[in-house]
């Protein structure tokens, strides 16, 4: 037989081979819809560094949600933009706040039809822009911040919440939420950790969509991007306290992340397609340099492939459907 006698190239021969072998598949009940809503708007207003992104109103949220749903994605993580905001980010805790309200506006369209989401941080909701209360000195206040976290968790929850979702990376939090949780009554309600989240510089249009009104960075609290083993005892601790998912913010630039976690951990990992990840290839395809529709579900693929379970994405509607045409 002529050289060479091994081809692998057989099985990439026709679509339907290449399905019949592939080993990595995103389904879309794997794919999380981040969603905004602001008080006050009457239409959804769009975010100019995420084409296709909106802050909703309170009416477009319910619809947007009824959308993610018939298009089978998984879940939906909730981040509320308040009209005001103080010092202790007191509309986070507010059973009327913004996202309070809208955690009970979802669940109420949707139900148990798809897992409803919240972010569990002051960020959105404080005068300062941090994830946390301030102390005399300026910085971030661990302790005080983790008193407020669990009245935020507990509120969320009695709103119908069914994951939390503490993101500040405080040392403690979901220890301190899995408790007030279930000393409230909310032991079915679970925690996905954003265990290893990164202070990096691709959270920038995340910032645009909750008006942000943060000065300096989060150096101090969030993880260097240089390291990886410290991720690895962030979630080991995380995982200790009681976690039920553990995620990892950034993904695609921290995907080697992603796969030293997986294999850390018997707990779901997930894993967040942040808003500079999505916003980058919304730019490249907007002025044709790439095909758009390829790049998102590779993407997506490539996060899958590191072993993430759960990817949060904000193509995630538009990803499910794609996805079921594709398989």
Known sequence: MPYPEIRPRRLRRTPAVRRLVSETRVAPAELV???FVREGLAEPRPVASLPGVFQHSRDSLRKAAVEA??????????????????????GGIDPAGILNVAIRDVVAEVGDATVVMSDLC???????????????????DNDATLAAYAEMAVAQAAAGVGVVGPSGMMDGQVGVVR???DAAGHADVAVLAYAAKYASAFFGPFRDAVESALEGDRRTYQQDPANLRESLREVALDVAEG????????ALPYLDVVAAVR???DVPVAAYQVSGEYAMVEAAAANGWIDRERVILETLTSIRRAGAGVI???????AARLLRERY
């Not at 993580?77 to 005001?84: D, I, Q, S, T, Y």
């Open 33 to 35: 819809l981040p969603m």
């Open 69 to 90: 749903v018939q298009a089978g994605v998984g879940g939906i993580m909730l981040f509320g933009v308040p009209a005001e905001r103080d010092a202790t980010g007191s």
């Open 122 to 140: 002051l960020d959105e909701f404080t005068s300062h822009g941090h994830c946390g209360l301030l102390g005399p000195d300026g910085d971030v």
């Open 179 to 181: 408790r007030a949780l």
């Open 243 to 250: 976690a039920d998912l553990v995620m990892v913010k950034p």
């Open 263 to 265: 294999a850390a951990v």
């Open 312 to 318: 949060l994405t904000y193509w995630a509607t538009e």
